[in-house]
């Protein structure tokens, strides 16, 4: 008589889910979170004073009630703020706009022929350009004077242009030849070649439509720069034909300055850079991205 052996069934695994661990909810993510609410607190104090004491009348201003509501909520100080900035605040307009469009156009330019059209030199060059980024303003006050005042150019917006144009060329350069480099395949350039394209046309046709990334940082970089610049409207212009920046310290350096107005006039002129921070961010790290890593 023989006896089987009987083998004890495999153990049947479980069906639910593994459940994995939930991200976040660690002693790590808790202080990580906690120091970013920390910091967030930190940036928007300044903000929450700007913000509250531009709806203040002049009798709730005080070092006490900084961080008080206002007793009576006001829109006086916007208006004065907006009369003594409007004009200057549209001939920003005229000097951002254009430096924006203009030095983007020569950086991409530059960027091309530096990037795809090899020439003795070109690392030279290139050098060159980009040495002007590392020159100090301050160092170029007086000889950039003399230089628009020999060329004839009118003092105010239109030597501001001129000056922003220049300045905005090396870091243009360097951004549009970093994204030509990785990012354009060089198969393209050859088939415009083979097809007869010479150098313009293959920019201007092919080369600039798939630009929008690299457009989009300059054009963010330069208007910001533009916009936000002192230290050459003070020099090259005045309060009568200078950018908002000029009419931003008048209305805050009087005698008796009326702190209401200043940090209505500090919001206002701060508003057409976010703006256009919200409106076009979303690919400002991706413009950036682009040229940094080789496809």
Not at 14 to 26: D, I, N, Y
Not at 42 to 51: E, F, N, R, T
Not at 89 to 111: E, Y
Not at 230 to 254: E, H, K, V
Request: proline share 7%; hydrophobic share 50%.
């Amino acid at each position: 008589m023989t006896t089987a052996s009987i083998q004890a069934p495999p153990p049947v695994e479980s069906l639910e889910p593994v459940r994995k661990p939930r991200r976040g909810t660690g002693p790590g993510s808790i202080i990580k979170y906690a120091l970013a609410l920390l910091f967030l607190l930190i940036v928007l104090m300044p903000m929450y004073v700007l913000i509250v004491t531009s709806f203040k009348s002049g009798s709730d201003i005080g070092v006490a009630s900084q961080w008080s509501l206002p007793e009576t909520w006001t829109l006086a100080s916007w208006e004065k703020a907006w009369t003594a900035l409007q004009p200057a605040f549209f001939r920003t307009f005229q000097l951002a706009i254009p430096v924006a469009i203009i030095s983007s156009l020569i950086g991409a330019a530059n960027g091309f022929v530096l990037s795809r059209w090899r020439f003795p030199g070109a690392d030279v060059v290139f050098t060159l350009i980009l040495f002007g980024m590392f020159i100090p303003y301050q160092a170029v006050m007086i000889p950039l004077r003399e230089i628009v005042t020999t060329l004839g150019i009118p003092p105010g917006i239109t030597t501001l242009v001129f000056v922003h144009c220049v300045y905005g060329i090396p870091i243009c350069t360097l951004i549009f030849r970093n994204y030509y480099a990785t990012t354009v395949p060089e198969e393209l350039i050859e088939a415009a070649r083979v097809d007869g394209a010479g150098l313009l046309r293959t920019f201007t046709r092919i080369i600039l439509p798939i630009s929008i990334p690299g457009f989009v940082v300059t054009i963010i970089w330069q208007f910001t720069s533009a916009w936000n610049d002192y230290l050459f409207a003070i020099f090259l212009s005045n309060t009568r034909n200078g950018p908002i920046t000029i009419a931003l310290n008048a209305l805050a350096g009087a005698q008796s300055p009326d702190y209401a107005a200043s940090m209505a006039g500090a919001l206002i002129t701060s508003l057409p850079t976010l703006v256009v921070y919200v409106l076009l961010g979303r690919w400002f790290i991706g413009g950036l991205m682009a040229g940094s890593v080789k496809s």
